[in-house]
């Protein structure tokens, strides 16, 4: 079996996360694979906001907890790192272009030994006036979607197994 074959049947959603950061140089190499996603007539359309300052990632986990409806809820898990992957809506592929990205963040943590998860209301924290606000004090310009939070650590606990693969997953046309 491939060593990607490999890593795409180890890789499990981590739902909770010890605080240790993750090293700057693990980091670098998943945000890398991020980059190196396939897109829509390669025309690029995401990017990779990568946030490791503890007080914006808590801010952007409260928010997700609001969207969620939920309080005293961490939607990030503890995860201290939060890769958030936005996408320029005039690509008609915007949405294929930042999973793509997505997927190739958790198969590159996965790699590195990091855990990772997606979590979802990424479109609706930028959707709010308080997500436009934080992205242009980040000085980021331009209309992009919330595609998904990509939470990078290490596992606190064992790693979940997998399901089994349904039985009607595949069908073969010959």
């Known amino acids: 079996m491939s060593e990607v074959l490999d890593k795409i049947k180890s890789r499990r959603s981590i ?23 396939a897109t829509g007539m390669g025309k690029q359309s995401p990017i ?5 300052n503890k007080e914006l990632r808590d801010k952007l986990s409260a928010m997700n907890a609001k969207i969620m409806g939920v309080d005293n809820m961490d939607p990030f898990y503890g995860a201290p790192v ?11 592929t915007c949405v294929y272009d930042g999973s793509l990205v997505m997927g190739n963040l ?3 943590a996965e790699e590195q030994g990091i ?13 709010s006036e308080e997500g436009k606000n934080i992205l242009k004090e980040l000085g980021i310009t331009g209309d992009y979607e919330g595609i ?3 939470v990078l650590g290490y596992a606190d606990g064992d790693e979940p197994k997998a399901h089994p693969i349904k039985d ?3 069908y073969y046309v010959k």
């Open 48 to 52: 990779i906001i990568a946030v490791t």
């Open 15 to 37: 739902r909770k996360y010890r605080s240790d950061m993750i090293p700057q140089d693990k980091l670098e190499k998943i945000i890398e694979a991020g980059t190196y996603a």
């Open 106 to 108: 958790m198969l590159e």
């Open 82 to 92: 939060v890769l958030i992957v936005l996408a320029d809506k005039s690509r008609p």
């Open 115 to 127: 855990g990772s998860c997606w979590i979802h209301r990424a479109k609706e924290t930028f959707e």
């Open 168 to 170: 009607n997953y595949v």
């Open 148 to 150: 998904g939070n990509c």
